[in-house]
Nanobody
């Protein structure tokens, strides 16, 4: 089992930046694909970004491409999501997830999920 804990969520004004962190409980995290997902009120959870086990490949949803950057530091069992040029539509609970299967970009299977961190973008 891998426990994931997200942090960094807060309220930010439109156009601002925010960096989310995902901390894992187990060193096996370094060999897992990791993704960020988000869920806004009244909407289904959606894919945001993913990164392969050792950072060689990344994937982004069209809505965040060129604004968000996913990265990882396996020595620290950490994954980050740098979010720039934030919009009100980015408001959601952001979840970190991880999976041990093949990296399939936005379709990568995720077996472990964090509890989420709230990101609110104000006007």
């Amino acid at each position: 089992q891998v426990t994931l804990v997200e942090s960094g969520g807060r309220e930010v004004q439109t156009g601002g930046s925010l960096k989310l962190s995902c901390s894992a409980s187990d060193p096996s995290f370094s060999s897992l694909n990791v993704g960020w997902f988000r869920q806004a009120p009244g909407k289904e959870r959606e894919f945001v970004s993913a990164i392969s086990a050792f950072g060689g490949r990344t994937s982004y949803a069209s809505s965040v491409r060129d604004r968000f950057t996913i990265s990882r530091d396996n020595a620290k069992n950490m994954v980050y999501l740098q979010m720039n040029s934030l919009k009100p539509d980015d408001t959601a609970v952001y979840y970190c997830a991880a999976g041990s299967g093949p990296f399939l970009y936005k379709n990568t299977a995720m077996n472990y999920w964090g509890k989420g961190t709230q990101v609110t973008i104000s006007l």
